[in-house]
């Protein structure tokens, strides 16, 4: 048995998001080759993310494989992390207007949002998706 402890499941989780965020980039990248369309491509390459953070958090993090798989799973975890992107992309526009060397400096606000993003969707993964 794996002790998977509340701090040890953060990093996990936190790993995973760096994972996906590489796949999404690139999935993104990819796509913009074969469809004309960057709107579509980037539905596609998000869905794709969602489904392979699931998988990754599911497995990884949470080692919640004790349960079958299933789509309202899958849905239950779309949904929960919608709060977070909604509290990442505040932040970081909040800490881009409000911080002035982030002006020059974009990708701090977007990774302090990020960060601010991450630990509303841990722990609404934790407490609500992944609950054993």
Same mark, same amino acid.
């Given at each position: 048995? &794996?002790?998977? &402890?509340? %701090?040890?499941?953060?990093?996990?989780?936190?790993?995973?998001?760096?994972?996906?965020?590489?796949?999404?980039?690139? &999935?993104? =990248? @990819?796509?913009?080759?074969?469809?004309?369309? %960057?709107?579509?491509? !980037?539905?596609?390459?998000?869905?794709?993310?969602?489904?392979?953070? =699931? @998988?990754?958090? !599911?497995?990884? &993090?949470?080692?919640?494989?004790?349960?079958?798989?299933?789509?309202?799973?899958?849905?239950?975890?779309? @949904?929960?992390?919608?709060?977070? #992107?909604?509290?990442?992309?505040?932040?970081?526009?909040? #800490?881009?207007?409000?911080? %002035?060397?982030?002006?020059?400096? %974009? =990708?701090?606000?977007? #990774?302090?949002?990020?960060?601010?993003?991450?630990?509303?969707?841990?722990?609404? #993964?934790? @407490?609500?998706?992944?609950?054993?």
């Amino acid at each position: 048995m &794996t002790n998977n &402890t509340f %701090p040890l499941k953060f990093i996990k989780f936190g790993v995973v998001g760096v994972i996906v965020l590489g796949f999404d980039a690139l &999935t993104f =990248w @990819l796509l913009l080759f074969i469809i004309s369309s %960057p709107l579509l491509a !980037r539905v596609i390459s998000v869905s794709a993310s969602i489904c392979f953070s =699931w @998988l990754l958090n !599911r497995s990884f &993090t949470f080692q919640y494989s004790h349960k079958k798989a299933s789509l309202g799973e899958l849905g239950k975890f779309a @949904l929960s992390q919608l709060p977070g #992107a909604i509290i990442n992309a505040m932040v970081s526009v909040l #800490a881009f207007h409000f911080l %002035p060397y982030l002006k020059g400096n %974009p =990708w701090i606000a977007v #990774a302090i949002g990020s960060c601010a993003g991450m630990i509303l969707n841990f722990s609404i #993964a934790n @407490l609500y998706v992944f609950k054993k």
